[in-house]
């Protein structure tokens, strides 16, 4: 198991590099729930939500840092080797091929939710899948990590990649109202079932209110440069003064 070896001076720097580059490649990117992520801030807090793209461990990243969280993530041990950068803003490892890595993996993620009142995201689909794909089904990890510890705030999120209006997509984030688990009262695979359930209801709300253009209680995270159809459509005003 590859643990988190997190730099404070990497993370700036990653962080400034990675709002570069989602600005050259989104529209905005907007999040719900904001007000409650805030307020459990303090931890131990622990994220489950669906993996739609590629994105979503680094846009886990800038929510961690805009919203001053303490924050590690649990990737596929190829991923973090492949990009041993991830580490080093708060990546750690988990083999599912090996009952024994996922044993310390899961260990590792409670000891840092207990001894460090963290927040901890886990993508428990265990892969990219689909944003249209329901029902939302993942491992019994996030689970096996909550029986381990006396006490943990959980929320789940849910996220959209879309084109609406733009050339360039929009990222639409929600986080749903969070919750209490103790330890002692986990039964594993009836925690994982009820989850899915609320992470799916989660999803769907979320597609509702995209498809509704529904966003007065969005905020927005980021702001990507202007898109090539915005700029046309100044330069045929200020040339022609037509709309």
Avoid at 67 to 72: E, M
Avoid at 80 to 93: E, H, N, Q, T, V
Avoid at 106 to 133: D, H, M, N
Avoid at 217 to 243: H, I, Q
Wanted: aromatic share 12%.
């Amino acid at each position: 198991m590859l643990p988190a070896r997190k730099n404070e001076a990497f993370m700036r720097l990653f962080e400034v590099y990675t709002r570069r580059l989602m600005r050259g490649a989104f529209d905005a990117v907007r999040l719900r729930g904001g007000a409650d992520l805030r307020a459990e801030a303090g931890g131990p807090l622990l994220l489950y939500g669906n993996h739609p793209a590629w994105w979503d461990p680094l846009f886990a990243f800038v929510i961690t840092r805009q919203f001053g969280l303490n924050g590690y993530l649990m990737g596929e041990e190829k991923q973090i080797r492949a990009y041993g950068f991830f580490r080093l803003i708060g990546g750690f490892s988990i083999n599912r091929t090996d009952s024994r890595d996922v044993a310390r993996s899961i260990r590792y993620a409670a000891e840092l939710l207990e001894k460090e009142s963290a927040t901890v995201w886990i993508f428990p689909q265990g892969g990219i899948v689909a944003q249209e794909i329901r029902p939302v089904e993942f491992l019994p990890g996030v689970a096996h990590v909550l029986r381990r510890v006396p006490e943990c705030r959980i929320m789940p999120f849910a996220w959209r990649y879309d084109f609406l209006n733009q050339a360039r997509p929009e990222v639409f984030m929600s986080f749903g109202t969070p919750e209490t688990v103790r330890g002692d009262e986990v039964d594993v695979a009836a925690l994982t079932a009820r989850l899915q359930i609320k992470l799916t209801e989660e999803c769907d709300d979320l597609r509702e209110r995209v498809l509704a253009r529904q966003f007065d209680d969005f905020e927005v995270l980021l702001r990507g440069k202007r898109s090539v159809n915005v700029v046309w459509d100044e330069w045929k005003r200020r040339l022609f003064g037509k709309p």
